[in-house]
């Protein structure tokens, strides 16, 4: 017992002695100078502690520093890179005898980072490490990792992160971004235990402005091998000219698990809601390789692309040169080397340029600077679709492949939705394969070849009625000059089938065929996708009545072939007729009709 009694009355003296000699007899501030001069010599900067430097001893050991200043190079603008207001670190003193740390308080007020580079490349960190530095420093941070994963406890009482604030400046661009940590705070924390914390941040860019909070619970394991984040809550704001709408909030539940050893994070998206777009999922990465492989699932809702990037009435005007030179640039693609991703991506629906699908399915992949979309489905107006494309990023100019198959689609509110086109209706499939190079509309058009056909069922060609327009011209032939067009302008059919060839931005289709109950229509025709014109030459041969409901048989025109034309654009094509061909057909049923008549008279004329 008096052992034991002796033991802490040596302990005692011996904390009390420490204590009075580095309050008496140890006095920080004589080393300022010592301290100044020695980052002079080894970084060239100037270091300024213009407050008193103090030591705290018992029951903690700290130290409290303040008006901390390190300069930038010389002729840097501005003349400080780091101020520090105010730093405090605390330690529990009789702990760390036993190998334990318990940090009472960490504090760090009104840091400002200025980070300059200058346009000749020069920056702020140039000089900062002299010869020899990472000779000397590597072996004590070996030391210092092995102490520290030998710790067998961590207990801080709390951080306290405050009025933080960097700032990157390029003077070649003359931009500045500025980063400000308003916050973030650390509650009590040991190994092996949830600890909350909270943070807000702000951005000022060059096109934007960002601000971000957020709080969860943070976990550390005894191994040091393993970091969670539970309840992680977050809310993201942003504001811009070149945002949708200006502005875009994004609020996001994850939680996070961070494997040191095996470098790896792991992240269960239990919420997130951006732009009126509601989804979950789980993202997960491992970096333990140069380039970090990403796996990524979600699950989305509705999806508005339309309501995100509404057009813009008041656009500013550019130059013709300027709108001539955006156009003439590949988009650079190089970016995929940077990547190794999967991702799938589930949607209930999507609208794209007013183009409705719904129950989306994607798989995709970007690997090696191939962007590779193995699978694609959708309902589309009634139907399916289904896709799959590959994009090669890995030269200059960007190729291209895709296979696209549509079945039993509503055609004609897709034409409507897809490209204001009103012309055609019926079911449709669809299926076109092709290739092609550069993402430049214009050359994209020109440079695409692909080859397909098409089939639609039970629908209508709108815009002409053939039936009437033949039996309208007849008429007129006939001298019914009043005849006119009072019907419907449309031809129902009960198939349109098809096939066809992209090349040099025209589409050429040499095998159309329409059939009704009425008429037979066959023929061929170019569709030029750059004018948007067309130019079909077809045959119409009539197989049934071509009057109307409720009036005489007329079969005049039966057997006769008439050339049919289809000119114009894509959303207002014009139909002709070639009249000569009705005239003969005319002449040619006046004729046979004649002939009858001779016929009869001669058999009676004989007694037959």
Not at 190 to 203: C, H, N, R, T
Request: proline share 3%; no cysteine.
């Amino acid at each position: 017992m008096k052992l034991v009694k002796w033991l802490l009355a040596i302990m005692l003296t011996l904390v009390v002695g420490i204590t009075v000699y580095l309050t008496m007899f140890f006095d920080l501030n004589n080393f300022k100078p010592q301290i100044v001069d020695a980052v002079k010599k080894q970084t060239g900067r100037d270091l300024q502690i213009t407050d008193d430097l103090s030591w705290s001893v018992f029951p903690s050991l700290g130290i409290k520093l303040g008006g901390i200043s390190l300069s930038n190079p010389e002729n840097f603008t501005p003349a400080s890179m780091l101020d520090v207001n105010e730093a405090v670190a605390n330690v529990a003193l009789m702990p760390l005898f036993s190998q334990q740390i318990e940090v009472e308080l960490l504090k760090l007020d009104g840091l400002t980072l200025n980070l300059v580079t200058q346009k000749n490349g020069e920056t702020s960190f140039d000089g900062l490490t002299g010869e020899g530095a990472s000779n000397t420093q590597a072996p004590s941070a070996s030391k210092d990792t092995k102490a520290a994963m030998s710790l067998q406890t961590l207990d801080i009482g709390g951080v306290a992160l405050t009025n933080t604030n960097i700032n990157l400046i390029d003077m070649a661009t003359n931009t500045t971004q500025t980063f400000s940590l308003k916050s973030f705070t650390l509650g009590e924390f040991s190994l092996g235990k949830l600890a909350d914390f909270a943070y807000e941040f702000s951005a000022a860019l060059p096109d934007m402005a960002v601000t971000s909070s957020g709080k969860g619970q943070l976990k550390i394991d005894q191994a040091l091998k393993q970091v969670t984040i539970n309840d992680f809550i977050m809310s993201h704001k942003a504001q811009g000219d070149s945002l949708p709408n200006q502005l875009v909030t994004a609020d996001m539940t994850t939680q996070v698990v961070m494997a040191l050893d095996a470098k790896t994070i792991e992240l269960q998206l239990t919420k997130l809601s951006a732009m009126d777009i509601a989804a979950t999922g789980n993202i997960k990465v491992n970096y333990a390789n140069s380039i970090p492989k990403i796996v990524m699932s979600l699950d989305a809702g509705d999806i508005d692309v339309d309501a995100l990037f509404p057009p813009q009435e008041n656009q500013a005007e550019t130059s013709s040169t300027d709108s001539e030179a955006a156009q003439g640039v590949e988009p650079d693609l190089s970016v995929f080397n940077t990547i190794d991703a999967n991702v799938k991506l589930s949607a209930k629906s999507i609208k794209v340029s007013n183009l409705l699908t719904q129950n989306w399915q994607l798989n995709m992949a970007i690997n090696k600077g191939v962007l590779t979309l193995s699978s694609l489905t959708a309902d589309l107006y009634e139907g399916k679709l289904a896709l799959t494309a590959k994009l090669d990023g890995r030269k200059a100019v960007p190729t291209y492949q895709f296979e696209k198959v549509l079945t039993g689609v509503n055609i004609r509110p897709l034409l409507k939705d897809a490209a204001e086109v009103d012309l055609l209706s019926g079911k449709a499939s669809f299926q076109v394969k092709g290739n092609g190079f550069s993402l430049i509309p214009e050359k994209l058009k020109q440079n695409l070849d692909a080859a397909g056909q098409f089939e639609v069922s039970d629908g209508s060609l709108y815009g002409v009625n053939i039936p009437q327009m033949i039996r309208s011209a007849q008429q007129k032939l006939q001298g019914d000059l009043s005849a006119d067009n009072k019907e419907e302008l449309k031809t129902d059919f009960t198939s349109l089938t098809g096939s066809f060839s992209i090349k040099d931005a025209v589409v050429t289709n040499p095998d159309l065929a329409m059939a009704s109950p009425l008429i037979r229509l066959k023929g061929n025709g170019l569709a030029n996708i750059a004018t948007e014109t067309l130019d079909y030459s077809l045959t119409t041969s009539v197989v049934g009545s071509l009057v109307g409901q409720g009036e005489g048989v007329d079969e005049s025109l039966k057997g006769v072939d008439i050339p049919v034309t289809i000119k114009g654009t894509f959303q207002d094509p014009k139909f002709g007729i070639d009249t000569k061909a009705l005239l003969e057909g005319q002449f040619k049923d006046e004729a046979d009709k004649a002939k009858e008549k001779l016929k009869e008279g001669l058999f009676k004329k004989l007694g037959i």
